[in-house]
């Protein structure tokens, strides 16, 4: 840390309409500023709004539902932190409670309606909270907090009460925090600290104390929203906010689970233009996980997979502790924008440098050899039978004189290091206190990255307590693994937003003549036939092999004569899933009465297995390619999501996929290709042809563009496999499965 360091996706209604409280006006859209109203071709928002939560941080009057002074009764405690907090940010306080005339000395209003003014802020404390909720909204109050529990994360019959808690709220533009909250957003934060700062959301307030807890080593936090069960005001509002807060360094998230998947990429594509850097634990990887969050916050967790694809897509940067997001938060708050992407491992030992550049390289840091000139310079100081390539090791003496600080100054003058990494594996007084000193002075003169991993188990040593905590430019972690996620998290941050080109600006916003041509191709829930996929494929540009649909041997005698042999002879029905398990397919027939007996055997078999057919295809025998899968299926959370892998018959035993969230670009389906442990094979392999690339990313491309046109009536397409040709031969989908939704 720095100074320490299957259905489709629902929207809420409150992404299309302006946010009662005010909003500010959006990111581009074409060249234009976007404006509410702007819709991609499926009817869903391209662009995140953003509410005004200035009165909700800084009211200017603050009503407390339920307000106590009396000994022993929880309602004390909340309503006398509630009451410095509105003394620190000069609000005006008012306490409402029926049988009470004062609290703690202030007068007492016996109802919401008796209030003085009308409140920027309700916070309600009763355990039945609707009816006061609707009584604000009656009296206009702007924001209101509910922490009561017993909704969405207990069941179907809380999920209900919930339902109509946000439909009071809905009805009345008033903004609501919870249920199910917590009075983190009412902390004390220092006002003593200087430079960019972390904005917490978090859906659980224990899991958001470590971040909290960085300002005790020097680390400046902004905001801190609890958002609990997000009934209105959501992870979405407050990152859109935060994105936009002119103090914001990085945003921080602890997430179980997400309210609407659209809303929150909305925002993280708002935080990305910004540049803004989003860190994000996420919970649910595991089956167990999921289950855990969705009982605690009631809302969806989403495929992982899924999840994991649409933050990389949006730059989100997804850790596993809660001490990686301390760490990498706080480095990308306050870190300057990296000069260079080389990383130099700086040593008193040469075990330790090893080891860390093991570390380091596995983490998928580039850690380039000095050059023999720097080297040569280095060796001025450092004895010439130690290795001053990268890492740099000085063998320890050289740092306990002024010899230290000029290897320090001259690895930083390299114009190929950006980051220079010095681990410190325990305090070695005096050696460690100089090396120590000469680093953070290094570092305010220089704008690259200064980062030290003070190992010892202690803690308490002046070198670390005194000189590095109290240095605001360098990045010290207590563990190497910490150190390189947050490094490597800081240069790829910087690679993605420079020049970044949202995918929301290039979404559809009308249907293409592609999609008028799949409309009579579809039947509401019902498989389509083979025949029928391919022709829905074809609508799309995707290629499909030279084929016809027979229903007579001699018919599919005159078909492979136009066809060309060999071919290939297929059953195709609506009922049919797995042709080759059934015996349904054969292969490589050359003669007339290979496929003559073929028909006969393939109708033979469906008449056996009672699977009805439409008829039987006699298709164009397509080989010497590599067999990939591009399909489209629903996520919960995301909606129409686009898969791309290794296909084949072995696709399910592979399973060696990635996946995208519609709306994507070109560069963003080569990622996905890249990301594949079998990329490889299309580069070829054993002296293979490479694959034609292109051509797969234009299917990816072009699946993407049916996702989004059919999202709501196509449930699932399988396109396996698709034959990636030679470079410069294109890519044929050789089967397809497409199931439409009802």
């Given amino acids: ?370 050059s023999e000139a720097k080297q040569a310079e280095l060796h001025q100081w450092i004895p010439e039978y130690l290795s001053v390539a990268n890492p740099v090791d000085n063998g320890g003496h050289p740092v306990g004189d002024e010899r230290g600080r000029k290897i320090i100054d001259a690895i930083l003058d390299d114009p190929e290091v950006g980051v220079l990494v010095c681990p410190i594996t325990g305090p070695f007084p005096p050696l460690s206190d100089r090396l120590v000193r000469d680093l953070v002075d290094a570092a305010e003169q220089t704008d690259k990255l200064v980062c030290v991993v003070w190992g010892s188990p202690v803690g308490t040593e002046p070198a670390y307590r005194e000189v590095l905590l109290g240095s605001s430019r360098v990045a010290t972690f207590r563990t190497v693994g910490n150190c390189l996620t947050a490094v490597r998290a800081h240069l790829g941050h910087h690679r993605f937003t420079t020049g970044y080109r949202s995918p929301f600006d290039d979404a559809p916003r009308t249907p293409s003549p592609s999609y008028r041509k799949a409309q009579a191709l579809m039947r509401p829930g019902e498989q389509l036939s083979e025949h029928a996929a391919k022709q829905l494929l074809r609508a799309y540009g995707i290629r499909v092999p030279r084929e016809q649909l027979v229903t007579s041997a001699a018919a599919a005698v005159r078909a492979a004569g136009l066809v060309g042999y060999p071919v290939v002879m297929k059953a195709s029905g609506a009922r049919i899933a797995h042709k080759t398990e059934l015996g349904l397919v054969k292969i490589g027939l050359t003669s007339a009465s290979q496929v003559r007996d073929a028909y006969r055997e393939l109708t033979d078999i469906a008449r056996y297995e009672d699977v009805p057919l439409d008829g039987v295809l006699v298709c164009q025998m397509v080989e010497h390619g590599v067999e990939m899968v591009v399909g489209i299926t629903h996520d919960d959370l995301f909606g129409p999501t686009v898969t791309v892998g290794l296909g084949g018959v072995l696709v399910e035993v592979l399973r060696d996929t990635a996946v995208g969230v519609p709306p994507f670009g070109e560069e963003q389906a080569r990622d996905m290709l890249a990301g594949l442990r079998g990329r490889a094979l299309l580069d070829g392999v054993r002296g293979r042809p490479p694959a034609d690339l292109d051509a797969l990313v234009e299917v990816v491309l072009r699946a993407q563009r049916m996702a989004l046109e059919l999202g709501g009536q196509l449930s699932e397409l399988d396109i396996n496999p698709l034959m990636v040709l030679p470079q410069g031969q294109g890519a044929v989908a050789l089967d397809a499965l497409a199931v439409c939704s009802r």
């Fill in 1 to 370: 840390m720095l100074g320490s360091t299957h259905g489709t996706l629902t929207t809420d209604s409150r992404r299309t309409r302006a946010i009662a409280c005010g909003e500010r006006s959006g990111p581009a859209v074409h060249g234009r500023p976007a404006q509410t109203g702007d819709l991609d071709v499926s009817g869903r928002p391209l662009h995140a709004d953003v509410p005004d939560l200035d009165l909700f941080f800084r009211p200017r009057s603050v009503a407390v539902i339920g307000a106590s002074d009396a000994e022993g009764r929880p309602n004390t405690g909340i309503t006398r932190q509630l009451a410095d907090w509105a003394g620190r940010v000069g609000a005006r306080l008012y306490p409402v409670h029926p049988s009470r005339p004062s609290v703690f000395g202030m007068p007492c209003s016996p109802s919401v309606a008796a209030l003085p003014e009308q409140v920027d802020l309700a916070v309600v404390l009763v355990g039945d909270p609707l009816p006061v909720v609707e009584e604000l909204a009656e009296a206009k109050a702007r924001f209101a907090v509910v922490f009561a529990s017993g909704f969405a994360e207990t069941g179907p019959e809380g999920e209900a009460a919930q339902r109509r808690l946000a439909a009071a709220v809905e009805r009345s533009g008033m903004r609501l925090l919870g249920p199910n909250t917590n009075l983190n957003a009412f902390e004390r934060f220092r006002d003593d600290l200087q430079g960019p700062a972390i904005a917490l959301i978090t859906q659980s307030g224990h899991q958001g104390r470590p971040v909290f807890a960085l300002q005790e080593l020097g680390i400046r936090l902004s905001h801190w929203a609890p958002t609990g069960n997000e009934a209105d005001l959501e992870t979405a509002d407050f990152l859109s906010y935060f994105a936009e807060r002119p103090e914001t360094g990085a945003i921080a998230c602890y997430l179980e689970g997400l309210k609407d998947g659209r809303s929150f990429l909305l925002a993280a594509d708002r935080a990305a233009r910004r540049g803004v850097p989003v860190v994000a634990v996420k919970v649910g990887r595991t089956e167990t996980g999921a289950r855990t969050a969705a009982s605690h916050t009631g809302k969806l967790t989403g495929a992982d997979a899924v999840v994991d694809a649409a933050l990389r897509q949006y730059g989100v940067i997804r850790v596993d502790g809660l001490d990686e997001l301390q760490d990498t938060a706080a480095l990308l708050a306050r870190a300057r924008p990296p000069r260079a992407d080389g990383v130099v491992v700086y040593s008193i030992s040469g075990g330790t440098g090893a080891h860390v550049a093991d570390l380091a390289t596995e983490a998928g840091l580039r850690l380039p050899l000095l």
